[in-house]
């Protein structure tokens, strides 16, 4: 089924869609997103990082945004299904081969130079699922703050939190002017998915 991640990757590649082709830029393949996913079984209490990482379509050539959801939650199905089953060595080598050109890229200083893995970063990291207060003042609100690299110019973090979910954007201001509308352009687009499922839920079936 569909999940609040591929719902993340339907905004986010709405919005790239919009602002690309705003400035004439979109182009005719779509965008991939590359996808930190957990690797830690759930059983598994252990300290120490167990992120691997996963490749998924944003599937911005794609206009009608209920359908660009489907192609999204098929697409990060695939990927997780390729992950299921494999022992844990097996998880950490797939996740380096995943990421093994980019790896090299920065070894041999090719960032930006070579074409990148994957086109943005997005990732969704879940936080404290109750409101955090300091001396009586409770937080409203936490915005999360990423990377950006040479090659990629736009990093995309949500973080939830007691209910809510942020969106984080960071980009360089030099390759990617106005990057604000992408942020504008994000919630619209979610009012627009919103306005296309209930439609659908209120169009009558027909049988033949």
Do not use: W
Request: hydrophobic share 40%; glycine share 10%; proline share 7%.
């Amino acid at each position: 089924g569909t999940t609040i991640n591929d719902i993340v990757l339907a905004l986010c590649g709405g919005s790239l869609r919009r602002f690309l082709k705003e400035i004439g830029k979109l182009p005719g393949q779509s965008l991939t997103a590359g996808i930190p996913v957990s690797l830690r079984a759930k059983d598994d209490y252990s300290s120490g990082p167990s992120v691997g990482f996963i490749l998924g379509t944003l599937a911005t050539n794609i206009a009608d945004p209920l359908r660009r959801l489907e192609v999204i939650a098929a697409s990060t199905r695939r990927a997780k299904a390729l992950m299921e089953g494999m022992p844990r060595h097996a998880l950490d080598l797939f996740s380096t081969a995943v990421m093994a050109p980019y790896s090299l890229q920065i070894l041999m200083g090719l960032e930006g130079r070579t074409r990148p893995v994957y086109n943005v970063p997005i990732s969704n990291i879940p936080g404290p699922p109750e409101h955090l207060y300091l001396r009586g003042a409770r937080l409203e609100a936490m915005y999360p703050v990423s990377l950006v690299t040479h090659g990629m110019a736009l990093n995309i973090t949500c973080y939830s939190y007691a209910g809510t979910l942020s969106f984080g954007f960071a980009g360089c201001r030099d390759t990617l002017p106005h990057m604000q509308r992408i942020a504008v352009y994000t919630g619209e687009v979610l009012q627009e998915l919103e306005q296309a499922v209930f439609e659908k839920k209120e169009s009558p079936e027909v049988t033949h």
